[in-house]
């Protein structure tokens, strides 16, 4: 069986765990914190979580464990068929971490770990996101999910992205998400409507 190692609190876990329970997949979760140990890093290269441990070895990298799981052929499919869809999919979930998740995560030790940012680190943050933001405006369909009427890996990312990266603006960068990305609330909405996202949530809390 599948283990999927990681911690609840990480959105990125989060993430290849929605993929997992929406293809109703099995897994073993292994309670896992991020680290720099040697008996870690054989497993995830970078010592970041999640990484999924196969019968042939470790996987890390979310969007690489989704084409995993994608390939694996079990469940319902997260991808469109066509190849043009499958490469728009990607696109966005490389710009929903490169352009919202990344930026937003400078900021995270003041909005979320008692830390401090410097003002430079905000402004860089500020302009960041708004410019990650209209990026994902111009190439997001909405009808209703992100990348048109199925629902795919770039929701998974969107859903553990999008909302956090709000919700770090709001707290540090006085930076208010739900008026430059009002298409944001309707899809996180639909998205925590699943039993997926629900079992997560509940997880969460413990
Ligand atoms: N690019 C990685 C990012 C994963 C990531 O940043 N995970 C966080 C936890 S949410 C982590 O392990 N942080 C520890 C670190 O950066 O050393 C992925 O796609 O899985």
């Not at 499919?77 to 043009?84: G, K, V």
């Not at 696109?91 to 995560?105: D, H, S, T, V």
């Not at 860089?124 to 708004?130: F, H, V």
């Not at 405006?137 to 709000?166: C, E, H, K, V, W």
Request: glycine content about 6%.
């Amino acid at each position: 069986m599948l283990k999927l190692h990681g911690f609840t609190g990480s959105n990125y876990f989060n993430m290849v765990k929605m993929a997992l329970i929406e293809k109703g997949i099995e897994f073993e979760f292994v309670n896992t914190m991020p680290s720099q140990k040697d008996e870690f890093l054989v497993k995830s290269p970078m010592g970041k979580v999640p990484c999924l441990e196969t019968e042939q070895g470790f996987i890390s990298e979310t969007d690489v464990i989704f084409d995993y799981l994608e390939e694996l052929g079990q469940g319902p499919s997260l991808m469109p068929t066509d190849a043009y869809e499958r490469a728009k999919v990607r696109e966005l979930i490389k710009e929903l971490e490169l352009y919202i998740e990344l930026p937003a995560r400078t900021c995270f030790a003041e909005a979320f770990f008692g830390g401090t940012v410097s003002e430079e680190v905000k402004e860089k943050a500020r302009a960041n996101i708004l410019k990650g933001v209209d990026c994902i405006q111009r190439n997001a369909s909405f009808s209703p999910y992100i990348a048109g009427d199925s629902f795919t890996y770039a929701d998974i990312m969107f859903m553990y992205t999008a909302p956090l990266a709000g919700a770090a603006s709001k707290k540090v960068l006085d930076l208010n998400l739900t008026e430059a990305f009002p298409e944001a609330k309707p899809l996180s909405t639909l998205i925590a409507e699943r039993d997926s996202a629900k079992q997560i949530a509940a997880d969460q809390k413990g």
